[in-house]
């Protein structure tokens, strides 16, 4: 089966960098869109950034500008560069892909992103 499994996550102070990475294994399979979720306490999950197989991107409002999502298909991965972090970031983040095979979506374990003021 496929899983997504995830890395980069960490405690930065406000102002920071960080580079989350999301690679799928097991079958070889082929992604359409690969996205970014995130989920903070008491809230509920919503997207941060999408990329598509045909090399679109989008954003999230709230992050638009200072993230930046990227991917290697060769390696079934896509990044989330993040920059000028602020404390309203912190949340677990989630890499979701879509198979390009049956449109099934997989769900990456989640990383917790910790952004200190």
């Known amino acids: 089966q496929v899983q997504l499994v995830e890395s980069g996550g960490g405690l930065v102070q406000a102002g920071g960098s960080l580079r989350l990475s999301c690679a799928a294994s097991?079958?070889?399979?082929?992604?359409?869109?690969m996205a970014w979720y995130r989920q903070a306490p008491g809230k509920q999950r919503g997207w941060v950034a999408i990329?598509?197989?045909?090399?679109?991107?989008d954003y999230a409002s709230s992050v638009k500008d200072r993230f930046t999502i990227s991917r290697d298909n060769a390696k079934n991965t896509v990044y989330l560069q993040m920059t000028s972090l602020k404390p309203e970031d912190t949340a677990v983040y989630y890499c979701?892909?879509?198979?390009?095979?049956?449109?099934?979506?997989?769900w990456g374990q989640g990383t917790q992103v910790t952004v200190s003021s």
């Open positions: 979701c892909f879509e198979s390009s095979q049956d449109g099934k979506t997989y």
């Open positions: 097991g079958s070889p399979v082929s992604f359409n869109r």
């Open positions: 990329s598509t197989a045909g090399g679109s991107t």
